[in-house]
Structure formats: C-alpha cells, structure tokens
C-alpha cells in the first residue's frame, strides 16, 4: 500500500500530528503491555486512569491552570455547551453575549431558552469580518456571566484583546484556538471547546471551570449528565468518557510540551500566517476577507472574487495534495485552516500553488 498524506487544511475534525498518529498506531494492538487496545479498555482501570490523569495533568502544565479550576472531558460537542453553560451559570437568568458569528449566534439563541440573553455587541453588519470594540460595553449590571467566542472558525477573525466585561465571568468557546496560543486562565470563568479544531478526534469536550462556578444550584430540570459538578466531583469518570479520544488529546498534549510548549507553538503558528496573509496582501487575484488587526492565526478565509474561479482553485489544489479548501457553505470562497499541526511546509506548499494559480488565471 502506497501511503499518500495530504495537506489537509479542514476546519474541523482537522489534521492531527502525524508523530501522534504513528505512535496510536503503534499501540492500536497492544497499549503497554496490557494486550488490548485502548478502546477495549475499562475506563475504571488502573491503567486507563493513568492514561486520564495524565492527560488532565500535562495540559494543566501547557496553559499553567490555576489550582481553583477544574477540568473536565466532556461529550456533546461544543454545541452541548451552548445549553449547559446557561443550565449551570444562569444564577439571575441573565447573560450578555457578544455576537461574532455563527458559533456565538447559536450559543445565544440556545441560552434564550433558558433565560434573558442580550446580544451586548454584533459584526454582523460586516458580515463578521471584524472583531467589534468591546472596551466599554452595555454589560447588564445582572449578568450571569458575558460570552465570546474567542476565534470565529467560520470567519477567521478573533478577539487580540479580551471584553471589558466590568467585573462579570467571562466565559469563552475556544474551540478553534485552543492550545494555539498562551492564555491566562485566570481572566476566565469558564473556557471550553470541542477538541476536533486543534486537539483531538471529535467527541472531546474539553471544559475549564472556576471551581466557585461549580454547584448544585443549576437551573430546574438540568440533566444529571449537564450539571458540571456531576463531572467534576468525579473526575470526569461518572459515567464512560470518550476513553479513546481522551487518549489521543493526551498524546497530543505531549507533542505540544515536546514542541516547547505554548509559547513555541504561538511563533510557529504566527509564522505560518504570516507566509499566507503577506501573500493574500500583495496577490492581485486573491483577497483575504478580514480587517487585518483581527485575523485568525487558525482559520485564513479568502476569496478571488469569481466563485468560478474560486470553485476552479478548491478543485486544482486537491488534485495537488492540498485538500479542504472550500469555505464554510455560508461564505463562500476558501478557508485555509492552519491549526498546531498544520507544518509549516505546508502553508508554503499552498502559497507556491496559489501564485501558480494567479498567474495563470489573472
Ligand atoms: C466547530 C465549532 C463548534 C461546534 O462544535 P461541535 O463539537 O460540532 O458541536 C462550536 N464553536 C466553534 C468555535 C467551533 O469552531
């Protein structure tokens, strides 16, 4: 069998480390000596308990996570997220959210079935291609708690600077920038996302919870499986977690420190950008769609202003290896997406076919 790897630059489930690819593979057959894969492992094994801690404790060392936070692996992708973080934090059933984009959108149609939530601020207007000030907001003086989505995955845009959220929680979806850079946890109440961006195989959730923001004083009717204090009071172990998935996210949380960490990982990840935004600056056939001050260092959108041509190009790149490049279905035009595991030989490989294309097509 003739292995061919592409360059895959998919929003999500996106490329994984090829090393970590290797080494699960390695152990698909026999996980240290145990004679069994880690999926037909108990999750109440000892051995899978050191995979679990593990895991928890590395990427507590990756974004130096504050003692009073806990983490949880969760299941119900990100959108689960939508519903529970009101359930759980909704104390006055109020909360103000910050709209830019689909993501954030969601977030706060859901919350309003629980509660009064406020759309505090909106780009909608351009269609999401700018981060709106967020400096001196109408933070409603009962807000439960203020809500972003940190990186707009569909958009490419994301916030370089937090809300002033006049005192309140902040709680954030992180989904498509995780680990993509440092972070001060404790600016944050809660911060959560669905590992299939940049960590994992889909059906991770990851969330990081101020402890006081865990209780039992949930909303009425909130599921067992909603409440975070069921999962946290457990370590994550109530009931089955995404065992296997939660080991992959653990072997890439090793890849990351091996990498040098977060502070490493950010340089690279501002130097493969850079190579695909300077170019997108100075083409003649290609646009990117973002106000520069707030463009993803993750998710690059670009158009060539002719969706012939724009279809022509997703095509041809494929037949070159590089492969995901259409955009999300309500923007149109193409999406690079350059998470951790993107090398940067490939963002290069994708600048040369772009100038190949311009030259052709202009
Ligand atoms: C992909 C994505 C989601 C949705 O994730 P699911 O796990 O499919 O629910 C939510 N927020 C952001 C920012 C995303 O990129």
Same mark, same amino acid.
């Given at each position: ?131 709106? @000030?967020?400096?001196? !907001?109408?933070?409603? =003086?009962? &807000?439960?708690?203020? $809500? *972003? +989505? ?82 946290? @009071?457990?370590?994550? !172990?109530?009931?089955? =977690?995404? &065992?296997?998935?939660? $080991? *992959? +996210? ?113």
């Amino acid at each position: 069998m003739i292995m061919a790897r592409v360059y895959n630059f998919s929003a999500g489930p996106a490329m994984l480390p090829e090393e970590v690819l290797k080494e699960a593979a390695a152990e698909m057959l026999d996980y240290e000596g145990s004679g069994m894969s880690v999926m037909e492992m108990s999750h109440r094994s000892k051995t899978y308990d050191n995979i679990i801690k593990t895991a928890e404790q590395d990427l507590r060392d990756l974004m130096n996570i504050p003692d009073n936070y806990k983490v949880l692996f969760l299941q119900g992708g990100a959108s689960q997220q939508f519903a529970a973080i009101p359930m759980n934090l909704m104390k006055n059933k109020v909360a103000d959210y910050i709209i830019t984009g689909q993501w954030a959108k969601k977030a706060y149609q859901e919350a309003q079935i629980y509660g009064k939530a406020n759309a505090i601020a909106s780009s909608a207007d351009k269609t999401f291609s700018y981060i709106p @000030d967020c400096s001196d !907001l109408p933070v409603s =003086p009962d &807000a439960d708690y203020v $809500y *972003i +989505c940190e990186n707009n995955t569909i958009y490419g845009t994301k916030f370089k600077t937090l809300p002033n959220t006049k005192g309140k929680t902040l709680v954030a979806d992180v989904s498509s920038c995780f680990l993509s850079e440092p972070v001060d946890v404790t600016k944050y109440g809660l911060i959560y996302g669905g590992v299939q961006k940049n960590i994992g195989p889909a059906g991770v959730v990851i969330v990081i919870i101020r402890e006081d923001l865990i209780t039992e004083d949930t909303l009425p009717g909130t599921p067992t499986m909603l409440k975070y204090k069921t999962h946290a @009071d457990n370590g994550s !172990l109530y009931n089955t =977690p995404p &065992a296997y998935g939660i $080991y *992959i +996210c653990g072997k890439v949380f090793k890849w990351l420190k091996k990498m040098g960490g977060l502070e490493a990982i950010k340089q690279r990840n501002e130097e493969k950008a850079k190579i695909l935004y300077d170019f997108l600056d100075e083409s003649k056939l290609f646009k990117g769609t973002v106000r520069k001050e707030d463009r993803s260092l993750m998710n690059v959108p670009f158009v060539t202003g002719s969706e012939e041509l724009d279809a022509k190009f997703v095509k041809e790149a494929a037949e070159h290896g590089l492969v995901s490049l259409k955009g999300h279905r309500t923007v149109g035009g193409m999406r690079a997406s350059i998470y951790n595991a993107m090398p940067k030989e490939g963002v290069v490989k994708l600048v040369e076919f772009m100038k190949e294309f311009e030259k052709k097509n202009l």
